[in-house]
């Protein structure tokens, strides 16, 4: 053999080598999942992957002819500069098709700059802020924005008679966001809001607040906490200190009562009304096939939750564009899929909004009800349509 054909043979080989993985990265559609799968709120990066999982169990890993590959990124969080890290790493190394996941609003608003200049769909399966879309242009939410769960909270109070409410939010935007669109509708329908309390993210202790609520004696008191111990600190120091008896109602958005949590907080929740997009206990198909999707391929995880939900519904979105645009992913077009996008969710009917790229979607007014000797949001009234008004 020649040194000539020895050569050749050589760089065929070498191009062959190189192009297998190329090959393969063609032929695969990845999705990268930053959300916090350790530390105070692993529970949202748990729901997440749980109904990312039922998804592809009811829908396949495949779609449009390629391998769809979840490559997840845990921030420990709220830790936006590891967030912002760990989305450059896999836009630059792993060469991921979208961007997803973002159980914090911190974290999605460090990565929102990465997907602008990188020109990659992010998918917001959780973070509730309202301004987290205007961001970047390549931002789609399919969760949910705190207002659009307060807004209606307040109608359904002055509907009700309950027109003296005291405010309690975490100490964050999403919290902000709550307590402004909560006192806007209650204030403007005739309502007052005698105290608005904040209390920090990070290990709250409720006493002092509970207290100061009691001893302003309203109607009610408006809630918004991250789900998990901050909301079972509360309902345990709202019965222990007698606001029930005091005659002190609670309301708030869905975390409040949160379906993954609401065994473990136990008949301290019983009665308490709140507005939100999910319920475990909404009847449906599409929910019903949910639910047993996600226990067939979570075995043990309990019950799912709105972030479950919205890591589902982001999956079914990831998977239209990727099946209209035949598997070739391409940011701009992308995102012109994404506006205007509807979908069968298991909380009902969805849509991306065109001008904004956030969901527009019927907010339910559930009231806390044993069922079978269980506890769940049973659903009871209505607000369909509803947009964020964050932003009109």
Known sequence: ????????????ATTAMLGAPLAQAQ??????????????FADYGKQMEGGIKAYMAQHGSTVAGKKVEIIMKDTTGPAPEIAK?????????????????????????????????????????????SVITTKSNYIAR????????????????????IKNVVTLVADYAPGIDAEA???AVLVKGGGTVPETIRVPLKNPDFAPYIQRIKDTKPDAVFVFVPPGEHTIAFMKGYRERGLAEAGIK????????????????????????????????????????????????????GRPNFMAVGAYDGMAAIYEVARKLNGKIDGDKAMSILKGLKLNSPRGPIMIDPATRDVVQTEYVRKVEKINGELFNVEFDRFPDQKDPGKQ
Request: proline share 6%; aromatic share 6%.
């Open 1 to 12: 053999m020649t040194i000539k054909k020895t050569a050749a043979l050589a760089i065929l």
């Open 27 to 40: 032929d695969t559609i990845k999705v990268g999942l930053i959300a916090p799968f350790s530390g105070p």
């Open 85 to 129: 890290r760990l989305a450059q790493e896999l836009v630059v190394r792993d060469k991921v098709d979208f961007l997803a996941g973002f159980g914090l609003t911190p974290e999605a608003l460090a990565v929102a700059p990465i997907a602008e200049q990188a020109k990659k769909p992010m998918i917001i399966m959780n973070a509730a802020t």
């Open 142 to 161: 399919v969760s949910m924005t705190l207002a659009q769960s307060s807004a209606p909270m307040a109608a359904w109070a002055l509907k009700n008679n």
């Open 181 to 183: 669109a909560f006192k």
């Open 250 to 301: 609670v309301i708030g958005t869905g975390d409040l009562t949160d379906d993954h949590m609401l065994p473990a907080m136990g008949d301290a929740t019983l009665g308490v009304i709140t507005t939100f997009h999910y319920s475990a206990a909404h009847k449906s198909p599409e929910n019903a096939a949910f639910l047993k999707s996600f226990a067939s391929a979570n075995p043990g995880a």
